[in-house]
């Protein structure tokens, strides 16, 4: 009877996902569409990029892999690369606020901005505040008894996963600045912390592969470990790029007028 309960739990958590994404999907390719008519054409890769983001958040929440991810711990780890870093990376990618910007009348989107100039997004923007948010919250499901009560609470389960997908997007508009920012940091702020992460990401995946959670074999964790680790480094070495691409842009200009006084 328990295991029936928490099947029917973990179904019904499955059909808010699909609803949710579907929702965001419909909502954002319908905002394209509503303000091509009135201003420049919306990018299509942008476009792509936040489908194929909810696409990689519902995969790790819906279908095979997410039952898998119940039984077997490397797909465990699998759904959360998916759903904690690919997913908010392309999501962010997809700049969804400056989207919801150009949509909303101009006192809405006045209201929007003045919340993002808040002392509040000051906070959850940081990111030391975003990367403990986002790794704290790891180390918390993997080495306490949260693993596994998740599996067994369909409540749980669901913000647990609601709290990986907005932990990672958070941590990624905090290293990358894509949509508009009004607190920014600077580069080497940003990057000394997105160091400090990634030692962390690898610790934690380091420390699971001798340490699996409550209930998981040490084969899988070490399996699991591995996804985590390798994994999660192609995903961060993406993001690196892209902070040192637009670090390059933002010192390039200071570069070629220093090289020029030089010469005169």
């Known amino acids: 009877m328990h295991t029936h309960h928490v099947a029917n739990g973990h179904e019904v958590v499955q059909l808010l996902f699909i609803f949710g994404f579907s929702l965001l999907a419909v909502l954002y390719v319908g905002a394209v569409l509503f303000t091509n008519r009135n201003y420049k054409k919306w990018p299509m890769y942008r476009t792509i990029c936040w489908c194929l983001g909810l696409l990689c958040a519902s995969l790790a929440v819906v ?7 119940h039984e077997d711990f490397t797909m465990h780890m699998m759904g959360h690369l998916l759903l904690g870093m690919l997913a908010p990376l392309l999501l962010v990618l997809a700049a969804p606020i400056t989207l919801l910007l150009r949509t909303l009348s101009t006192n809405s989107a006045r209201l929007l901005t003045k919340l993002l100039k808040s002392w509040l997004a000051r906070i959850v923007t940081d990111p030391v505040v975003a990367t403990l948010l986002n790794m704290g ?3 918390l499901l993997y080495t306490t008894e949260l693993y596994t009560l998740m599996h067994d609470n369909s409540v749980v389960s669901f913000f647990v996963h609601v709290h990986i997908l907005l932990a990672g997007y958070l941590f990624t508009i905090s290293m990358i600045y894509i949509d508009p920012v009004f607190h920014r940091k600077s580069f080497m702020y940003r990057a000394i912390v997105l160091i400090l992460a990634l030692a962390s990401h690898g610790i934690l995946a380091k420390y699971l ?6 209930g998981v ?3 899988q964790a070490q399996q699991g470990s591995m996804v985590m680790y390798y994994g999660g480094d192609l995903i961060d070495a993406v993001i690196i790029f892209i902070l040192c691409l637009h670090w390059y842009r933002a010192t390039k200009p200071q570069v070629v007028k220093e ?4 010469i005169d």
Do not use: D, K, M, R
């Open 63 to 69: 279908g095979p892999l997410a039952n898998l991810a």
């Open 137 to 139: 919250g790891l180390w």
């Open 209 to 214: 592969y001798t340490h699996p959670p409550s």
């Open 217 to 219: 074999i040490l084969e």
């Open 259 to 262: 090289q020029a006084c030089a």
